[in-house]
């Protein structure tokens, strides 16, 4: 267990209103990273980060914000939720060895 | 981008039958990890291969990396429903960031009682 939490972990929303989905963990890991899980496509990175107030973009990050203002909180904005937007959100650590990412539960989010 | 094809896509068995799952690359990777991921979790590590030609086993779940650090396979004896689930490969570009894994598309297996 990584410590890892991730809200809300359900939710609706209609096309054109933001969502922030936010991730939380316990154990001060530097680097954070949101992931989103579609079928056929796997897991795809959307945004990371490697400190307070430092991120970089992924590979599917157009459409999506991240912010994180503390250690332990990574959050993700949708400005304007779209429906090719639906998806399952996981956000992610990197453990002490390099090599190793720990997941969280997951958000599933739909978007109508 | 670095891909990593993972084959096959499905897989259904009898419990007590062996498989085995491949995970491939044209590119070489520092090291390679395997998850397993159930309906409704996030994956979850099963193991971290480093070295080329490495064999790591966690009961009758056997993984080795490919001399050439480019592909790996994860083996399961006697498959059990319980082994149920979406296999992951994941892996690090050798020479690229080691911030960021690149990630197979999974290997859905499912046993059946």
């Known amino acids: 267990d990584a410590g890892i939490t991730q809200s809300p972990r359900h939710k609706v929303t209609e096309t054109g209103t933001p969502v922030t989905l936010r991730c939380h963990q316990t154990e001060n890991h530097r680097y954070m990273y949101w992931y989103r899980q579609d079928p056929g496509h796997g897991l795809r990175l959307i945004h990371y980060?490697?400190?307070?107030?430092?991120?970089d973009k992924g590979e599917v990050s157009d459409g999506y914000s991240v912010s994180r203002s503390k250690t332990e909180d990574f959050l993700l904005t949708l400005e304007s939720a779209t429906s090719s937007q639906t998806s399952v959100y996981f956000c992610?650590?990197?453990?002490?060895?390099?090599?190793?990412?720990?997941f969280g539960p997951g958000t599933r989010l739909t978007v109508t | 981008t670095q891909l990593l094809e993972q084959s096959p896509q499905f897989l259904s068995i009898q419990e007590g039958e062996n498989l085995t799952v491949y995970c491939n690359s044209s590119s070489v990777f520092s090291s390679l990890q395997w998850y397993r991921q159930e309906p409704g979790e996030g994956p979850v590590l099963l193991v971290t291969v480093v070295t080329g030609g490495e064999v790591k086993k966690l009961k009758r779940l056997t993984f080795q990396f490919g001399d050439a650090r480019k592909d790996s396979s994860l083996h399961i004896t006697a498959a059990q429903p319980g082994d149920t689930g979406l296999y992951l490969c994941a892996g690090h570009n050798s020479g690229g960031s080691n911030y960021k894994l690149t990630f197979g598309k999974g290997t859905l297996l499912t046993v059946n009682p």
């Open positions: 992610a650590i990197r453990g002490t060895d390099s090599y190793e990412q720990y």
């Open positions: 980060s490697y400190g307070v107030k430092d991120t």
